[in-house]
């Protein structure tokens, strides 16, 4: 029996400490996540990011969370539930970290008789800490416990046509009559630089400069950061925006190594100092609100804009549940079937 799998990142199980701690742990013990040798992420992760990160981050959860439980959770079941209605194929899922795990979704497809899944993880651009970590633990699950899988992975969208169109007609209907005077910010999840040399195939097209997200290359395949500019790019296109009328960002920086540039929340400060009238801000890197956007787009950045002298700030939504954009996974569901 054929059936999909559809992969989140995941949250922890309550906004306790304790509980946030045991999340952090196992997201950032990941070797693709904190991508340095295990005993000096074991000393940087167990010695010293686990004694202060998790009331922080326990905080901020607080603010964001729902009665049913954490947004990023919660509204990955409900799309699974509405995708299923757009499809025959069952559709299960799962989370890279926390619950439910992957290895206990895919023990249950095996208990239901599936033989052959198709992986999507739930990420458009392809990075090392996103789609990457999914797959090689799938991978991983699957040589040690269920070898008779067959199984094939849904690759990133950044640059599909319908999806770009559900961005763009998200971005519409959120700013209206306002889309023309509104300087949109276009805020992806950072990265480290050197996770984006790490997944350059060639080793030598990824320079982070003016133009190798650009210039065509084999590596754009999994290079983060060009997936992020041609998500822009194409939305952009998509709007007819004026060129001074939108920009990109990278949000969520850890640590003191170089991650990708602009920072969201520099950007956003210069631009409320800048006196901008009317500003907003869209996430394509997430298909589902998040911590990540909830509280750090559209409560810190909003603040740190109003803080600064900007005026109007806009959070646009991510897909989240929509309609459009359940039918359009069910309909990517039924061309794999
Ligand atoms: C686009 C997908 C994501 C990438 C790539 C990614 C990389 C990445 N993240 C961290 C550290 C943290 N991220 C945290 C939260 C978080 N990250 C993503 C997605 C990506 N991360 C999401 C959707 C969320 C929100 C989860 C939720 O429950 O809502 C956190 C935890 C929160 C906090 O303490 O700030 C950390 C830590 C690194 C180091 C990294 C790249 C290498
Ligand atoms: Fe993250």
Redesign the pocket.
């Known amino acids: 029996m054929k059936a999909v799998l559809m992969v989140n ?4 199980d309550s906004t306790k400490t304790k509980d946030v701690k045991k999340y ?1 742990a196992e ?2 013990m990941d070797e693709r ?3 340095i040798p295990y005993v000096s992420r074991f000393l940087l992760v167990k010695g010293i990011i686990l004694n202060t ?1 998790p009331k ?2 326990a905080a ?2 607080q603010k964001i969370w729902w009665k049913e439980g ?3 959770v919660v509204i990955s079941h409900q799309l699974r539930d509405k995708v299923s209605t757009y499809t025959k194929t069952p559709v299960y899922l799962a989370m890279r970290y926390g619950n439910p795990s992957i290895h206990s979704v895919l023990k249950k497809m095996n208990t239901d008789g599936v033989t052959e899944i198709l992986l999507m993880p739930m ?1 458009p ?1 392809y ?4 789609t990457e970590t999914v797959e090689v633990l799938v991978d991983e699950l699957q040589k040690k416990h269920f070898p008779h899988f067959k199984i094939e992975k849904f690759k990133p969208f950044y640059n599909n046509p319908a999806y770009i169109q559900l961005l763009a007609d998200k971005v519409k209907s959120t700013l209206n009559s306002e889309l023309q005077d509104t300087k949109i910010v276009f805020s ?5 630089e050197r ?1 984006i040399y790490k997944t350059d195939p060639t080793k030598s097209h990824c320079k982070i400069d003016g133009s190798c997200c650009t210039t065509p290359s084999i590596a754009h395949k999994t290079c ?1 950061r060009h997936q992020c500019f041609e998500t822009t790019r194409l939305v952009a296109e998509n709007l007819q925006l004026k060129t001074e009328n939108y920009t990109i960002s990278f949000q ?1 920086r ?2 003191r190594t170089p991650w990708l540039l602009p920072a969201t929340d520099q950007l956003i400060e210069e631009l409320g100092n800048e006196k901008i009238e009317k500003l907003a801000v869209i996430s394509p ?2 298909v589902s609100d ?3 956007t909830l509280e750090e787009i559209n409560m810190e950045a909003r603040q740190e804009f109003t803080a600064a002298g900007g005026g109007k700030f806009t959070y646009i939504p991510c897909l989240n549940v929509q309609p459009a954009w359940a039918e359009l996974i069910g309909k990517w569901i039924n061309n794999w079937n």
């Open positions: 990142l995941g949250s922890p952090l997201f950032l996540v904190i991508d990160r922080k981050s901020a959860y954490s947004p990023l990420y651009h990075a090392m800490a996103s992806y999840h950072g990265l480290p996770q983060y969520s850890l640590g890197a997430f998040c911590l990540e």
